[in-house]
């Protein structure tokens, strides 16, 4: 059998283009093909409410395990509440849904040896056949990009008792510091269930699964909270770009349609990926021509517009990295959230305006100048940063 589309890896983007699909175009003969016995991993994606128009939020809600209309940081001098809602879907949510609604056209516990434009060959050797296949099967390591990472671990927490929470915690950086940002992000699920999650901006992770539970338990027991039992752990490492020649990145495979985390769609400086999926399984749902040349064509313009609407965040990313002693990072955050609550909504969105840009650069930098300097002039176009 031929078909018109097949996914290759049932992550967050793929897994949304299939979805979507499935609603909008379900005469389609779709496959996803997912190596794992499930597909969306193990994990726990979250976006803020202006991160998705109305429409978006309305085909995306069944997905959505809870929402909250505020959030908060906190930093050694700063405390504050932003009332932008706030939402997450996990991983057991959106197996729940998708899998039953693609049915026989997904397949999971699939091994894959090669992915082509037009095939997907299995490692028992099967070859599957499509107008066109789209590589969504994660970040792969290049030469083309300088990234930072955002290393993290998270458990989902059974408490004994209510934790007190209205609402998550976004940054709590309120905690040793180490060879990079650290700070702790808190979900509040319901009454007495919580994910808590232990994460570092760091420019290579080198800590342990062990030590990060450490500083998980270390968190839990400052705040008073006796754990009955962890439901669930993930664990990851997010790109945080800094640079990168995207001609070259996106040439690595060319012809290949590709998603996710593979085609750079993710916000360079939170890692939050899932406005981009949600907004490229609406662009896939409305295109005519569906063939591999075409897709492909389509998807690297996609991906590029979204990387050249990212170059300020780029900047603002060197600077993070590049500038001052690591263990002072948090000091560029507490800042950040010193500014008016529209520009950090936009700024999540990727969508900040001049104004906003100029505001975050004003005034007396959190690092010292002439390596604030330094770290927005590396990598300048023709040298690295190549914005076509």
């Known amino acids: 059998m031929k078909y018109d589309l097949i996914l290759a890896g049932g ?32 994990h726990t994606w979250s976006f803020h409410d202006g991160d998705l128009s109305a429409a978006q939020h309305q085909w995306l809600s069944p997905l959505v395990v809870h929402r909250w209309p505020c959030y908060d940081v906190h930093f050694p001098d700063r405390s504050r509440r932003l009332t932008s809602g706030y939402a997450s879907v996990t991983c057991e949510r959106f197996a729940q849904i ?15 040896a090669q992915v082509n434009p037009r095939s997907v060959v299995l490692t ?5 056949e499509a107008d066109a296949v789209i590589d969504g099967r994660g970040i792969r390591d290049s030469k083309h990009l300088v990234l930072g990472h955002q290393a993290f671990l998270g458990q989902v927490l059974q408490l004994q008792a209510p934790h007190g929470l209205d609402g998550p915690i976004i940054m709590d950086a309120r905690v040793a510091q180490g060879e990079g940002y650290r700070f702790v992000y808190i979900l509040p699920f319901s009454a007495d269930t919580v994910l808590v999650e232990d994460t570092h901006y760091v420019d290579h992770h080198a800590l342990s699964a062990e030590q990060l539970r450490t500083h998980i338990s270390e968190y839990v027991h400052e705040q008073g909270w006796a754990v009955t039992a962890c439901l669930r752990e993930e664990e990851g490492v997010l790109p945080i770009t800094l640079a990168g020649d995207f001609a070259e990145f996106w040439n690595e495979a060319p ?23 949600v907004r490229l399984a609406d662009w896939i749902a409305l295109q005519k021509d ?16 979204a990387w ?46 001049l104004a906003d840009k100029l505001r975050v650069v004003s005034g007396k930098p959190p690092v010292p100048v002439n390596e604030a300097l330094r770290a927005m002039l590396r990598y300048l176009p023709g040298h690295y940063e190549n914005q076509e």
């Open 255 to 277: 012809g290949q349609p590709r998603s996710g985390l593979r085609a750079g769609l993710f916000h360079c400086t939170t890692g939050y990926s899932l406005p981009h999926a």
């Open 124 to 128: 028992s050797g099967e070859r599957l």
């Open 11 to 42: 992550g967050l983007a793929n897994g949304l283009i299939a979805w979507r699909l499935k609603q909008l175009r379900p005469k389609l003969r779709v496959l996803c093909v997912e190596e794992q016995s499930i597909i969306g991993g193990n």
């Open 98 to 112: 998708i899998t039953p609604a693609l049915g026989n056209d997904l397949r999971t516990g699939q091994s894959i």
């Open 290 to 305: 569906l063939r591999a040349d075409s897709l492909a064509q389509g998807m690297r313009e996609f991906a590029h517009q």
């Open 308 to 353: 050249r609407g990212q170059r300020f965040y780029r900047l603002l990313n060197r600077m993070l990295f590049l500038a001052g002693r690591p263990r002072n990072r948090w000091q560029v955050m507490q800042r950040f959230y010193g500014l008016s609550d529209g520009l950090i909504s936009r700024f999540y969105a990727g969508d900040s305006n």
